[in-house]
């Protein structure tokens, strides 16, 4: 199966499309990247180099593979950063575009928007695209706790009150809401899915580090084990498994950047295996 990722790119590190394409690969996919900004870095070293794209070049690149005859193979899009409105509505189009060639293709959106602590870090406009456009394209959505709160329009400072806010967003286009990042006390993290069926949870052990792209990465494995299985307690518990031990190996070799390479053999077979228990 072939997967159209849209987001951002770093020469140095894994984020976005630099953390996403090699799990998708090892779980079996073809990736086609586009990026919507291409850094040196990520710029939480304190400088980087490089620019955002353009709305033109996302769409001109979408249109190349029109003309190719391929966007009938593609089974998913998944798109990530931004770097501005504009790029935003370029991105829609391309979904816009694969559905129009294969109705069954999913849309996977992670609403990047910013996160606990810190607040918004994105361009102004952004929010308003993920909330009046992509959410009613959107078949999955993988906001954080920050993000489900921006788009539900409600705090959530606990599980349950975030599994409230994800069922809220259900009506309004998404089939499927993944929550990350919701902590549970101060030794577990636990990540949420809700369908129109239910809900499951998976906590894992938290572990005391900040790394770049681990959502990037989260957002990639789901989707791949939910396009080889489409069950949301499946596809989590295995997601959040795989991401374990990626972390765990992060942590170990002392940087803040992702373990990708030195751990890619655990996307296939995680060390622990985490299971999905039903919230509701």
Not at 76 to 96: E, I, Q
Not at 98 to 115: H, I, Q, T
Not at 194 to 207: M, Q
Request: charged letters at 20%.
């Amino acid at each position: 199966m072939n997967i159209l990722s849209i987001q951002s790119s770093v020469v140095f590190g894994h984020v976005g499309n630099s953390a996403a394409m090699l799990p998708l690969q090892r779980l079996g996919f073809e990736v086609w990247p586009i990026n919507t900004v291409e850094l040196s870095n990520h710029p939480a070293h304190g400088s980087f180099r490089g620019q955002a794209s353009t709305p033109r070049a996302i769409r001109t690149l979408v249109r190349g593979l029109e003309e190719r005859g391929v966007l009938r193979d593609c089974a998913a899009v998944l798109s990530g950063y931004l770097g501005s409105a504009a790029n935003g509505s370029a991105v829609l189009d391309a979904v816009r575009a694969v559905k129009a060639a294969n109705s069954r293709a999913l849309y996977c959106c992670d609403p990047v928007m910013g996160e606990r602590g810190r607040g918004y870090y994105v361009a102004d406009g952004i929010p308003a695209v993920f909330m009046k456009k992509a959410l009613p394209l959107a078949d999955i959505l993988l906001p954080n706790q920050f993000e489900i709160e921006v788009l539900a329009g409600r705090p959530c400072p606990d599980l349950e009150a975030s599994a409230v806010a994800a069922a809220s967003l259900l009506p309004r286009g998404p089939r499927l809401v993944v929550v990350t990042g919701i902590p549970l006390g101060t030794r577990r993290i636990a990540a949420l899915a809700v369908d129109k069926n239910g809900s499951w949870v998976v906590d894992v052990p938290r572990l005391d580090l900040a790394t770049h792209g681990a959502g990037d990465a989260f957002a990639a494995l789901f989707l791949g084990h939910y396009l080889r299985r489409p069950s949301p307690a499946t596809a989590l518990a295995r997601a959040m498994s795989a991401q374990h031990t990626l972390m765990r190996a992060s942590a170990r070799q002392g940087r803040e950047e992702l373990a990708i390479i030195a751990a890619q053999d655990a996307i296939l077979r995680p060390k622990t295996l985490f299971k999905a228990k039903r919230l509701r």
